[in-house]
């Protein structure tokens, strides 16, 4: 009997069964296997007491993305040689809205990476409360070390196939590792030169041509944002406790400069190479020169550190520090579960993910044992793509709201991605944030789908 008639038979789907097929589906792409783990755990006990969902077998469509495109981009490099890259997008479900989702520039982006992006950023744009699918995309390019003609002359050659498939009512792409300001600027230029449209068909963009203020601030600080709902909610606040980060990318720099902001002690950031350890915490100014080395300048975080005086451990994450709340924001699976038994013992009571997915599957199980508070990325880095959604909104008005409002509005959102967690995350008491993400996410685009019918 093969897997489909076995769960066309079933009165209710096991787990096991679900995940079998989806392994056997999609061979050597362990994170999408993983990231489609941890929502069927969550949500397959939830679809077995709502047989509307079983029967039309929502999940295992919402696994398979409705369009892959794989492309080729040739480019030249400063000495004139032809460099080759892969490029792809990922448009994975547009039930709620045009597809939505970072860009990724670096040599480990592979089918499997974008896969697990593009599925684990449904769920989330779904939770931000805004009309937004999906989608992911990238490179195995590596932007570092490259010259910024031939970062431009990438993204150029990258953007003359995207552009066909891309679109403001279609699919809207933004930032992510690898893409900043600089890359989306490029993007963008050649963009509105191969349609001769000015739309606002990519987030992330220069508050000159149509970006929204607090875009680039969005992630980091949303991710402390929602670490201050869940400490409310247990009434506590942040005031006064230390908190590791990981990173000193976007997502890492803004998390540090709100938790500066709001009287935490921020003691570690970190790269590829090693991190940094401040005892005394970082402050708004050490930052503000971190960001120059990093983002300007694109030198390691160990030349800040011999320019300050501070200590630098070469080679290590920095978990092993202790601290009252982690915020990892730098990539997947860099919590291990060695990692994630460490924090713990060392009394960390909040895990708020930055980076997506960043913790693995028996080290996010640990977490949920000991009901900390720990907040997911597809809920707690969803302050990204919530002001993408509110740049999208400003660039259809024509208009552009202020820091403040949009400030204002981040922080909306992201308590009512915390209340939608409280309101499907019971579990005897306390909040699984995990199970309480996946669940509300899966609600409202599986709803939409069923509106749909078989399609
Ligand atoms: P950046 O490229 O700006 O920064 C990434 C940071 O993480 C850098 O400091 C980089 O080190 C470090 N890093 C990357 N890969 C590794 C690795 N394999 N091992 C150790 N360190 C690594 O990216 P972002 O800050 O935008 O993204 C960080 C995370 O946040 C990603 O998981 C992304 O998907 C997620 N995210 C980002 C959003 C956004 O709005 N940008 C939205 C939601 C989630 P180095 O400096 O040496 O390159």
Known sequence: MSSTQVQASAQTLSVESFMAEIAQQNPA???????????????????????????????????????????????????????????????????????????????????????????????????????????KGGSNFNPKGKSDAEVMRFCQAYMTELFRHIGHFVDVPAGDIGVGGREVSYLFGQYKRLTNEFTGSLTGKGLSFGGSAIRMEATGYGAVYFAKEMMAHRQMSMEGKVATVSGSGNVALYAAEKLVQLGAKVVTLSDRHGYIYDEQGLTLEKLAQINDIKTNQRRPLSDYAKAA?????????????????????????????????????????VVSEGANMPTVAEGAKLFEEAKIMYGPGKAANAGGVAISGIEMTQNSMRLSWTREEVDQKLQEIMASIHEQCVEYGDDGGTVNYVKGANIAGFVKVADTMLAYGVV
Not at 30 to 55: D, G, R, S, T
């Open 309 to 349: 005086g501070c200590e630098y451990v070469e080679g290590q994450r920095p978990w092993g520090v202790a601290c009252d709340m982690a915020f990892p924001c730098a990539t997947q699976n860099e919590i291990s579960v060695e990692e994630a038994k460490t924090l713990l013992a060392n009394g960390c009571q």
């Open 29 to 135: 792409q362990p994170e999408f296997i993983q990231a489609v783990h941890e929502v069927a755990e969550k949500v397959i006990p939830f679809i077995n007491a709502n047989p509307k969902y079983l029967n039309a077998r929502i999940l295992r469509r919402m696994t398979e993305a409705d369009r892959i495109i794989i492309f080729r981009i040739s480019w030249q490099d400063d000495a004139g040689q032809v460099q080759v890259n892969r490029g792809y997008r990922v448009q994975f479900n547009n039930a709620i809205g045009p597809y939505k989702g970072g860009l990724r520039f670096d040599p480990s982006v592979n089918l499997g990476v974008l896969k697990f992006l593009g599925f684990e950023q449904i769920f989330k744009n779904a939770l931000t409360t805004l009309p937004m699918g999906g989608a």
